[in-house]
C-alpha cells in the first residue's frame, strides 16, 4: 500500500543553488499536504538532468545560478521533447518587468518575485500542476 501512496505522489522539482531557499520552498509545498514529493538539483546541468530522469509534474526554477541561468536552463528544458510539458515556474529577485517577460519568453509558465508568500507559491505550483495535466493529455 505505502508504495501505491508514494508513486501516486506529484513530484515538484526544485532547481536552485541557495539551499536555505530550497528548504524554505520545501517546506511551503509539504506543509498542509501528502499529495506532493519535492526534490531538488544545485544548478542548471544537474536540474535539466534530474528532470529528464525524474519527469516531475512542475519545476520551480531560479533565474540567477552558477553556470547557467534560469532562462537558459528553461530554454532547453523546453526544446527537449521528454521535459517540454513539463510546466516551470520562474524564481526571481528583481520586480523588472523585463526579466519576467524574458522568463515567459523562454517558457516558464509564471514568474514569482523573492521573497514570496507560501500561499503565493503553493496557490502558483497548483495552476502550473492543472495546466500541465491539461498539456500532457493533448496530442504533439
Known sequence: MTETKE????????????????????????????????????????????????QPAVIILDVMMPKMDGYEVCRLLKADPTTRDIPVIMLTASSDPHLNRKAFDAGAVACLTKPYRKSTLANTVDMALASGERSRGRPH
Do not use: F, W
Not at 15 to 34: F, G, K, N, P
Open 7 to 54: 508513486s501516486s505522489k506529484k513530484k515538484i522539482l526544485i532547481i536552485d543553488d541557495e539551499e536555505d531557499l530550497c528548504v524554505l520552498a520545501t517546506h511551503a509545498l509539504t506543509l498542509d499536504r501528502s499529495d506532493l514529493e519535492v526534490i531538488s538539483a544545485k544548478d542548471g546541468p544537474s536540474g535539466i538532468r534530474r528532470a529528464q530522469a525524474e
